[in-house]
């Protein structure tokens, strides 16, 4: 069957993976930038639905950027503050 208004439009309900927070607080902002506001803690052993990835490049300030939520994204630096695990499920 089809999703229907379960995420929001840009992911269509895909999930691309799980995240584990490893450092003790990450803050998570409301886009993919350490300029963005920030809406929420994330703590230590906590694990979120990833939606979608940005990479290291100029505009994510080297940082890998996790789309957790509706402008909510969480920042990662080389691997050490969060454990990222693909998803690897088919959703029908």
Known sequence: GTLRGEIWEPAKGRCFGTLTVEADEINIRDREN????????????????????????????????????ELEFIA?????WVEYTENNEVHI
């Open 34 to 69: 350490t300029d963005g506001s920030i809406v929420g803690t994330a703590r230590k052993g906590e694990t979120y639905k990833v939606y979608s990835i940005s990479f290291p490049n100029v505009y994510s300030g080297g940082y890998t950027w996790y789309n957790i939520g």
């Open 76 to 80: 990662d630096k080389d691997g050490e």
